[in-house]
């Protein structure tokens, strides 16, 4: 069935590539843009370019009120303070907005369990505000989840990557060419779970045709990847040396972010499996980093 979906985030990397595979499968997609930069993006994506940001809440309830559904996919990871401050509003605009019964994405992370040290998780894990590296999402993850009206579904991805993308891996390839090195803490072993983000749009896709109430998902491959092994595939896209260092080293390099890197929660995928049929079928992140558009962005 083909939906107006309202998203928000269509700018950005995640939410760029949700705008192509909605309107591959028919969707018209309306997308929130803050700038001209914004809209000139979206809307050479073939989205409806909807003008505001997160908080203009008018334009959020009427956007959502026009909208068969809604995809929350913006977010300000460098200020989780500020991004709580504002999220909470938004989302309470859209949930009114939007009429009962019709889908709701709600975009989270993984970033939400706490450290555990390797031990898997599923969405039956609590997460709590006070041990979560992202505080904002477990609350963001409260507040939409409570909404009484829509059909919310809840996504919680893996460290996100393909396409050349990804916040984390981008960060490590430009400090590997500028320092010569791309570091990794200890021995490197805790393992990470990833999705690709076309794999990812495409639980998004399922996720909009079922319209299952209060449903959590982790989206992430099967795959577990050590932090040693990515930092040693972003080395050689860097043209750099992977390098361990001890953790006091890490704490005084990268503060509070030292304590992300050594983390392990990896994701139990089973539910976005069993539920919406969803199977990742990109090359993993490993691959991707080596001789897919990592590899290709390097040679060209």
């Known amino acids: 069935m083909t939906m107006r979906i309202f998203l928000t985030g269509a700018s950005g990397y995640l939410g760029g590539v949700l705008t192509e595979h909605f309107i591959a499968v028919g969707h018209h997609v309306s997308a929130l843009a803050r700038s001209q930069a914004a809209r000139d993006r979206v809307t050479g994506l073939g989205a409806e ?145 990833s999705v690709h983000v076309d794999d990812l749009a495409r639980l998004y896709v399922a996720a909009l045709a079922q319209a299952e109430r209060r449903l959590i998902v982790n989206a992430a491959a099967r795959e577990r990847t050590p932090m040693r092994r990515i930092v040693e595939a972003v080395a050689d896209v860097a043209g750099a040396r992977p390098v361990s260092i001890t953790l006091e080293q890490a704490q005084q390099t990268f503060g509070p972010f030292a304590g992300l890197l050594t983390r392990s929660s990896p994701m139990d995928p089973s539910r976005a499996e069993r539920v919406l049929g969803w199977k990742p079928v990109e090359p993993g992140i490993l691959d991707e980093l080596r001789t897919g558009s990592y590899a290709a962005a390097r040679s060209a």
């Open 49 to 193: 370019a909807v003008s505001g940001d997160l908080a203009d809440t008018a334009a959020l309830r009427l956007a959502a009120e026009r909208a068969d559904a809604v995809v929350h996919a913006a977010a300000d990871l460098a200020d989780f303070a500020a991004m709580s401050e504002l999220e909470g509003p938004a989302l309470a605009a859209m949930l009114d907005g939007l009429r009962p019964g019709s889908p709701f994405i709600y975009t989270s992370t993984g970033m939400v369990y706490r450290d555990t040290q390797g031990v898997t998780v599923d969405e039956d894990t609590p997460v709590d505000p006070e041990s979560a590296p992202q505080p904002f999402k477990v609350l963001g993850e409260r507040q939409v989840l409570a909404a009484e009206g829509p059909a919310v579904t809840v996504i919680r991805a893996g460290l996100i990557y393909g396409r050349n993308g990804s916040g984390l891996l981008q960060g490590l390839i430009a400090g590997g060419r500028a320092q010569g090195v791309v570091t990794y803490i200890g021995d490197g072993a805790n393992e990470w779970s």
